[in-house]
């Protein structure tokens, strides 16, 4: 019977026979691995441990390094651990912590094998357990085996005693309620006389602290003491990193720590010790100058040191000073610039950082500058990275840095002209938000937006195309800028325009039309000049029957365009067919002379109607309706337009017609678009009786694949859908106008005083605004500003920046909050969750006192005091009855579990005892110690005495502090 | 908190994959994948860290040694200073040196078992819980010896087979 697991055992494979088998299987490792995978298979359901604890490494082996499936071996794996045999139980352990999880469905087998293991006497198999659950503890596993914990947790032997330590961490996280076990026993363990025992303590309240330093602000005594004793630098940069978490809490504290952190810091060799220490200050001690300064000479050693490590430490705490002490910045800029050129991508990356927050208002161009140079030069990551940051910081707070701002458009135009630049995206929303905020800077854009048009080399940079997108937007939109309109559509309709996608194309057409329409409206005018001398006027358009049907038609077309396309070419068609000239003629003499000609005007429409032409019969709807609508249009006037310069002093009304369509259409054209805030929509009330949501909800099922066009940060409506959301949208307008009125008068009047305080107009635009929509969300927005402002005024002093700019900043329309974009590190006040709560409770008793620097403790003592002592007889006299009846168990307690815990009393009842002994003969020179021995004195069960002892604690903070 | 630990040879072959969170062989080989990939890339006198928060999420750097052949990599946060984990990683080939004198990759791919042993004494449950190499030896001579013991008694059953 034995026979064929022996003969496994014996022809089984062992670890060492697969690895060397994977060596040798260089081409078919896969076919090998599955082969193995099925031997094991096989092996594992073994009878025989020794087999299947061979099995179950080789899958574990398999498992970690090529990444083979191995849950469906969890329960081999318990069986494993449940062997006497200490290497087949570390086999099984090894299997588990790496294997095992949450939804493992089997892992609650496990808990009385660790509980089992926990309580051997073999100290190897308690580091197994401890080892497990530290990686795998569930809330149940933590919950079930914290009395064990506790108890190892004052093991004699160090080597389980820190371990211990180390697996609370997980417990709490898991199952807060072990803190009314276990945490006076951590506390303790912070002035046992192992070192490494404290190392372990001090790690587990660094990652506490991490998660919610408030609760372990009454510790602060015993950390300060390991600070200024201790002589290992992992337990003192522990430690520092649970002050720089503490000191923001409390001032007082920060007082304190200040000198020994700086004693650390002018001693200490190690540089580890040097680097948290100068962490430490720049985080949380940026009140203390000379602690500063001192900081801010050894970032200096670290920066200019040959270790390249060193060096990118020393920028990392530069960039941390960045925001607060952007003087230490400053002070190694060239270090900081030298380093954009460094090998290390990680080195560049962060000196290009706080080379941007080097940025002001005054040095803003000569750093783009030197930027845009670097970006020529690096590759292609990097170059972009350069320009992505160069945009993010330009456009922060609605160009707040920007003064010239014609600089910076032609900036965003040159940027199109870096090999590799992607960020086509972003240049456009800035290129088009720029023009709608910004009235004075619009003749730039347009150049800028011309220049790009006309380049055939960006059209074969699809990165570039989005920008382009906008250049065409803008030279349509404000194309009364243009000194050569006429160009601008010959580049708008470039036989290379083919390369640009659809949507981008139908922007172009868009542009194409407005510019024709802004061409033959100057056109006109000159004509009607020359009528004007024969005494003719354009009657009004409403009073003629035919026409105001016309116009209406074309008011609709531009209302919303596609919708009417038919309509409108039908009339188009109507107005052909009634026109009758012809096209032939000579030039009028009398047009101005930089002014459009009549011939010059035919040749574009020909143009255009040739270019656009083959478009009429485009696939895609939005190109074909555009191409169509331009198309009617040139048809139209084109007829018309040769009537015009023939025409007899008698008046054809046909040609009035075809004015009075170009005006109209003119006129719809050069209605201002602005910008429009993003909150605008939420602030129309939902009418009573509307519910929003119902009857939409199916909606997303049938296009929930349509991309919505992505709002930019100011919301303006996506380029290409410019035209018809621009018009929708007009109405809502309205409202943030009325409200920016103010604001623009302000600026205005300060332009005219020749006064522009960047601050303060930021402020009237806030006050004189709509309250906002959200509150949570305004009020961190006004952080953010104040923040910035700060730092802006600080840049100005430190740069002596010149006074007087060549000319003053133009007018930059802001709306309400909504302009300004909400950060993303949105700070979110974390919430109390289980475990401070647990903790604080233990920390500060019942009562909950808030740990912050709002305590006065001089004043709540006495009274304290003396409640304490009540509450201390109180509990001495119900302690025995109420023991189990004080546990804090909201969950109903099973039978086993209360057997564990009082398993666990009595044992923590002996070894307690055992430790008062020793700390008796330790320190008595203490108060506050002497105030726990007396209560742990009398006190066997841990639990119950721990809110008073915590009582004492806190009573001890502020002598300490004060 | 350290979140993982890997050596990963120059050709990108884990040789040791240690997260202390749980995740699944996919997400495993992915993240392996992708600090190889980081890794290769750098320049040999770059520095030895690297911000990791593309591939680990927001938080976690990664220090690296790189060893001959082997990277050795640990990925952990901002509860770490940078410096003391490079001193780790120096703790940590130290005393794999010792354990094996003048370690090299083939020690640590045929010892996959002691390479985890000697880990686990050294970060427990992603905590530095032992810094001292001479440390770290002791408990491993004793386990070793452990296993060593209970490994021979299998021996004995076996032969016991044997006989029968």
Same mark, same amino acid.
């Given at each position: 019977?034995?026979?064929?697991?022996?003969?496994?055992?014996?022809?089984?494979?062992?670890?060492?026979?697969?690895?060397?088998?994977?060596?040798?299987?260089?081409?078919?490792?896969?076919?090998?691995?599955?082969?193995?995978?099925?031997?094991?298979?096989?092996?594992?359901?073994?009878?025989?441990?020794?087999?299947?604890?061979?099995?179950?490494?080789?899958?574990?082996?398999?498992?970690?390094? +090529?990444?083979?499936?191995?849950?469906?071996?969890?329960?081999?794996?318990? @069986?494993?651990?449940?062997?006497?045999?200490?290497?087949?139980?570390?086999?099984?352990?090894?299997?588990?912590?790496?294997?095992?999880?949450?939804?493992?469905?089997?892992?609650?087998?496990?808990?009385?094998?660790?509980?089992?293991?926990?309580?051997?006497?073999?100290?190897?198999?308690?580091?197994?357990?401890?080892?497990?659950?530290?990686?795998?503890?569930?809330?149940?596993?933590?919950?079930?085996?914290?009395?064990?914990?506790?108890?190892?947790?004052?093991?004699?032997?160090?080597?389980?005693?820190?371990?211990?330590?180390?697996?609370?961490?997980?417990?709490?996280?898991?199952?807060?309620?072990?803190?009314?076990?276990?945490?006076?026993?951590?506390?303790?363990?912070?002035?046992?006389?192992?070192?490494?025992?404290?190392?372990?303590?001090?790690?587990?309240?660094?990652?506490?602290?991490?998660?919610?330093?408030?609760?372990?602000?009454?510790?602060?005594?015993?950390?300060?003491?390991?600070?200024?004793?201790?002589?290992?630098?992992?337990?003192?940069?522990?430690?520092?990193?649970?002050?720089?978490?503490?000191?923001?809490?409390?001032?007082?504290?920060?007082?304190?720590?200040?000198?020994?952190?700086?004693?650390?810091?002018?001693?200490?060799?190690?540089?580890?010790?040097?680097?948290?220490?100068?962490?430490?200050?720049?985080?949380?001690?940026?009140?203390?100058?000379?602690?500063? !300064?001192?900081?801010?000479?050894?970032? +200096?050693?670290?920066?200019?040191?040959?270790?390249?490590?060193?060096?990118?430490?020393?920028?990392?705490?530069?960039?941390?000073?960045?925001?607060?002490?952007?003087?230490?910045?400053?002070?190694?800029?060239?270090?900081?610039?030298?380093?954009?050129?460094?090998?290390?991508?990680?080195?560049?990356?962060?000196?290009?950082?706080?080379?941007?927050?080097?940025?002001?208002?005054?040095?803003?161009?000569?750093?783009?500058?030197?930027?845009?140079?670097?970006?020529?030069?690096?590759?292609?990551?990097?170059?972009?990275?350069?320009?992505?940051?160069?945009?993010?910081?330009?456009?922060?707070?609605?160009?707040?840095?920007?003064?010239?701002?014609?600089?910076?458009?032609?900036?965003?135009?040159?940027?199109?002209?870096?090999?590799?630049?992607?960020?086509?995206?972003?240049?456009?929303?800035?290129?088009?938000?720029?023009?709608?905020?910004?009235?004075?800077?619009?003749?730039?854009?347009?150049?800028?937006?011309?220049?790009?048009?006309?380049?055939?080399?960006?059209?074969?940079?699809?990165?570039?195309?989005?920008?382009?997108?906008?250049?065409?937007?803008?030279?349509?939109?404000?194309? @009364?800028?243009?000194?050569?309109?006429?160009?601008?559509?010959?580049?708008?309709?470039?036989?290379?325009?083919?390369?640009?996608?659809?949507?981008?194309?139908?922007?172009?057409?868009?542009?194409?039309?407005?510019?024709?329409?802004?061409?033959?409206?100057?056109?006109?005018?000159?004509?009607?000049?020359?009528?004007?001398?024969?005494?003719? !006027?354009?009657?009004?358009?409403?009073?003629?029957?035919?026409?105001?049907?016309?116009?209406?038609?074309?008011?609709?077309?531009?209302?919303?365009?596609?919708?009417?396309?038919?309509?409108?070419?039908?009339?188009?068609?109507?107005?052909?067919?009634?026109?009758?000239?012809?096209?032939?003629?000579?030039?009028?003499?009398?047009?101005?002379?930089?002014?459009?000609?009549?011939?010059?005007?035919?040749?574009?429409?020909?143009?255009?109607?040739?270019?656009?032409?083959?478009?009429?019969?485009?696939?895609?709807?939005?190109?074909?309706?555009?191409?169509?609508?331009?198309?009617?249009?040139?048809?139209?006037?084109?007829?018309?337009?040769?009537?015009?310069?023939?025409?007899?002093?008698?008046?054809?009304?046909?040609?009035?017609?075809?004015?009075?369509?170009?005006?109209?259409?003119?006129?719809?054209?050069?209605?201002?678009?602005?910008?429009?805030?993003?909150?605008?929509?939420?602030?129309?009330?939902?009418?009573?009786?509307?519910?929003?949501?119902?009857?939409?909800?199916?909606?997303?099922?049938?296009?929930?694949?349509?991309?919505?066009?992505?709002?930019?940060?100011?919301?303006?409506?996506?380029?290409?859908?410019?035209?018809?959301?621009?018009?929708?949208?007009?109405?809502?307008?309205?409202?943030?106008?009325?409200?920016?009125?103010?604001?623009?008068?302000?600026?205005?009047?300060?332009?005219?005083?020749?006064?522009?305080?960047?601050?303060?107009?930021?402020?009237?635009?806030?006050?004189?605004?709509?309250?906002?929509?959200?509150?949570?969300?305004?009020?961190?927005?006004?952080?953010?500003?104040?923040?910035?402002?700060?730092?802006?005024?600080?840049?100005?002093?430190?740069?002596?920046?010149?006074?007087?700019?060549?000319?003053?900043?133009?007018?930059?329309?802001?709306?309400?909050?909504?302009?300004?974009?909400?950060?993303?590190?949105?700070?979110?006040?974390?919430?109390?969750?289980?475990?401070?709560?647990?903790?604080?409770?233990?920390?500060?008793?019942?009562?909950?006192?808030?740990?912050?620097?709002?305590?006065?403790?001089?004043?709540?003592?006495?009274?304290?005091?003396?409640?304490?002592?009540?509450?201390?007889?109180?509990?001495?006299?119900?302690?025995?009855?109420?023991?189990?009846? @004080?546990?804090?168990?909201?969950?109903?307690?099973?039978?086993?579990?209360?057997?564990?815990?009082?398993?666990?009393?009595?044992?923590?009842?002996?070894?307690?005892? !055992?430790?008062?002994?020793?700390?008796?003969?330790?320190?008595?020179?203490?108060?506050?110690?002497?105030?726990?021995?007396?209560?742990?004195? +009398?006190?066997?069960?841990?639990?119950?005495?721990?809110?008073?002892?915590?009582?004492?604690?806190?009573?001890?903070?502020?002598?300490?502090?004060? | 908190?350290?979140?993982?630990?890997?050596?990963?040879?120059?050709?990108?072959?884990?040789?040791?994959?240690?997260?202390?969170?749980?995740?699944?062989?996919?997400?495993?080989?992915?993240?392996?994948?992708?600090?190889?990939?980081?890794?290769?890339?750098?320049?040999?006198?770059?520095?030895?860290?690297?911000?990791?928060?593309?591939?680990?999420?927001?938080?976690?750097?990664?220090?690296?040694?790189?060893?001959?052949?082997?990277?050795?990599?640990?990925?952990?946060?901002?509860?770490?200073?940078?410096?003391?984990?490079?001193?780790?990683?120096?703790?940590?080939?130290?005393?794999?040196?010792?354990?094996?004198?003048?370690?090299?990759?083939?020690?640590?791919?045929?010892?996959?078992?002691?390479?985890?042993?000697?880990?686990?004494?050294?970060?427990?449950?992603?905590?530095?819980?032992?810094?001292?190499?001479?440390?770290?030896?002791?408990?491993?001579?004793?386990?070793?010896?452990?296993?060593?013991?209970?490994?021979?008694?299998?021996?004995?059953?076996?032969?016991?087979?044997?006989?029968?």
């Amino acid at each position: 019977m034995a026979s064929p697991s022996l003969m496994d055992h014996l022809f089984q494979r062992t670890l060492d026979d697969v690895i060397k088998g994977l060596r040798h299987q260089q081409t078919l490792e896969s076919a090998f691995i599955a082969k193995v995978v099925e031997d094991v298979r096989r092996e594992i359901k073994s009878t025989e441990l020794p087999t299947k604890s061979i099995a179950l490494q080789k899958l574990t082996y398999l498992n970690s390094i +090529h990444f083979v499936d191995m849950t469906w071996a969890a329960f081999h794996a318990i @069986e494993c651990i449940s062997s006497p045999n200490f290497a087949h139980k570390k086999i099984g352990y090894l299997a588990i912590s790496q294997s095992f999880h949450e939804s493992t469905p089997v892992i609650l087998l496990i808990t009385n094998q660790l509980r089992k293991d926990l309580k051997s006497s073999n100290e190897f198999e308690v580091s197994l357990a401890l080892e497990c659950l530290s990686t795998i503890g569930t809330v149940d596993l933590c919950r079930d085996l914290t009395p064990e914990v506790f108890t190892l947790m004052s093991s004699s032997k160090v080597f389980v005693g820190k371990k211990a330590v180390g697996v609370v961490l997980r417990v709490f996280g898991k199952y807060p309620d072990a803190v009314r076990v276990c945490f006076k026993r951590l506390v303790e363990s912070l002035e046992s006389s192992d070192p490494q025992i404290v190392s372990a303590v001090v790690g587990v309240f660094c990652e506490l602290a991490s998660k919610d330093p408030k609760s372990y602000l009454p510790l602060a005594p015993e950390f300060y003491k390991i600070l200024v004793d201790s002589r290992n630098n992992w337990v003192v940069i522990k430690v520092l990193k649970i002050f720089s978490r503490l000191a923001p809490l409390e001032p007082r504290l920060a007082k304190r720590i200040v000198e020994p952190i700086c004693d650390h810091l002018r001693r200490s060799g190690a540089k580890s010790l040097m680097l948290e220490c100068i962490m430490t200050v720049l985080n949380s001690l940026t009140e203390y100058e000379s602690a500063v !300064k001192l900081a801010a000479s050894k970032i +200096h050693e670290f920066l200019v040191d040959d270790d390249l490590n060193l060096k990118y430490l020393g920028l990392h705490a530069l960039s941390i000073a960045a925001t607060k002490q952007l003087w230490v910045v400053l002070e190694n800029k060239e270090v900081v610039i030298k380093s954009l050129s460094d090998i290390d991508p990680n080195v560049k990356i962060a000196s290009l950082r706080l080379v941007m927050a080097m940025v002001s208002e005054s040095n803003v161009a000569e750093i783009c500058r030197v930027l845009i140079n670097y970006a020529l030069k690096s590759d292609p990551m990097f170059c972009n990275e350069i320009l992505g940051s160069i945009l993010s910081t330009c456009c922060r707070n609605v160009y707040e840095m920007i003064v010239d701002f014609e600089w910076y458009v032609s900036l965003l135009g040159e940027m199109a002209r870096v090999p590799h630049c992607q960020r086509g995206g972003e240049i456009e929303n800035q290129l088009i938000d720029i023009g709608m905020r910004v009235k004075d800077v619009r003749p730039e854009l347009v150049r800028v937006g011309r220049d790009l048009l006309i380049d055939p080399a960006l059209l074969g940079n699809p990165y570039l195309h989005r920008m382009l997108c906008a250049a065409a937007w803008i030279c349509g939109e404000y194309v @009364e800028f243009s000194k050569n309109p006429i160009e601008l559509i010959e580049s708008l309709i470039q036989p290379r325009s083919v390369l640009l996608p659809s949507p981008i194309r139908a922007v172009y057409l868009q542009s194409v039309f407005k510019v024709l329409v802004y061409c033959l409206h100057s056109y006109l005018i000159q004509s009607q000049n020359v009528t004007c001398d024969l005494s003719l !006027k354009v009657p009004d358009v409403s009073s003629i029957g035919v026409e105001t049907s016309v116009s209406a038609s074309l008011k609709a077309t531009v209302d919303c365009e596609q919708d009417n396309l038919r309509n409108s070419n039908q009339s188009y068609e109507d107005l052909s067919i009634l026109d009758d000239g012809e096209g032939d003629s000579s030039v009028s003499a009398l047009l101005g002379e930089k002014s459009l000609t009549h011939e010059s005007v035919i040749n574009l429409l020909n143009l255009i109607e040739s270019a656009l032409g083959p478009l009429s019969g485009s696939f895609d709807v939005e190109i074909k309706e555009r191409a169509r609508n331009v198309l009617g249009f040139v048809d139209l006037t084109k007829q018309e337009l040769g009537d015009l310069h023939i025409r007899k002093p008698n008046v054809n009304r046909k040609e009035l017609t075809a004015s009075a369509i170009v005006e109209l259409v003119h006129e719809a054209f050069s209605k201002e678009l602005g910008p429009i805030s993003v909150s605008s929509q939420e602030r129309v009330p939902v009418p009573v009786g509307l519910i929003l949501n119902e009857n939409l909800a199916e909606l997303d099922e049938i296009c929930g694949d349509v991309q919505l066009p992505s709002t930019s940060s100011s919301s303006l409506v996506s380029p290409y859908l410019g035209e018809t959301a621009g018009f929708s949208t007009l109405q809502s307008k309205q409202d943030p106008e009325l409200s920016n009125e103010a604001a623009s008068l302000l600026a205005e009047h300060r332009k005219r005083h020749g006064l522009y305080y960047l601050s303060s107009e930021k402020k009237e635009v806030q006050t004189c605004d709509y309250p906002p929509a959200n509150d949570l969300n305004s009020s961190t927005n006004a952080n953010d500003d104040t923040q910035d402002l700060v730092k802006l005024t600080d840049q100005s002093f430190v740069l002596k920046r010149k006074p007087n700019h060549a000319k003053p900043r133009p007018v930059v329309v802001k709306l309400d909050e909504g302009d300004v974009v909400p950060l993303s590190g949105k700070k979110v006040e974390s919430e109390d969750d289980f475990l401070s709560g647990a903790v604080r409770e233990i920390l500060l008793g019942s009562e909950a006192i808030p740990a912050t620097s709002t305590i006065k403790p001089s004043d709540k003592l006495p009274s304290r005091k003396k409640g304490k002592e009540k509450v201390n007889v109180n509990l001495h006299e119900s302690k025995e009855n109420s023991a189990e009846g @004080e546990k804090p168990d909201d969950e109903n307690p099973s039978l086993k579990r209360r057997n564990h815990r009082s398993h666990g009393k009595e044992r923590s009842r002996k070894s307690s005892g !055992k430790k008062n002994a020793d700390e008796k003969q330790g320190n008595e020179d203490k108060e506050k110690k002497k105030s726990r021995h007396h209560h742990s004195r +009398h006190k066997a069960q841990p639990r119950a005495d721990m809110p008073l002892n915590v009582d004492a604690q806190t009573g001890i903070i502020p002598d300490f502090l004060l | 908190m350290i979140k993982a630990v890997m050596i990963i040879n120059t050709q990108g072959k884990p040789r040791l994959a240690k997260f202390y969170d749980f995740l699944t062989v996919e997400k495993q080989r992915e993240l392996i994948r992708s600090v190889y990939g980081v890794l290769c890339s750098r320049a040999e006198s770059a520095s030895n860290f690297i911000d990791a928060d593309s591939i680990f999420g927001p938080d976690s750097r990664i220090a690296y040694k790189h060893y001959a052949t082997l990277y050795f990599v640990f990925v952990f946060d901002s509860c770490e200073n940078e410096l003391a984990m490079l001193d780790l990683i120096q703790v940590f080939v130290e005393t794999l040196d010792k354990c094996f004198t003048d370690v090299c990759e083939l020690d640590i791919v045929f010892n996959y078992n002691k390479l985890h042993t000697i880990l686990d004494e050294i970060i427990f449950g992603g905590q530095v819980l032992e810094t001292n190499s001479a440390e770290v030896m002791k408990a491993i001579e004793e386990i070793s010896k452990l296993e060593a013991a209970s490994n021979s008694l299998t021996l004995k059953t076996v032969s016991g087979w044997r006989n029968r």
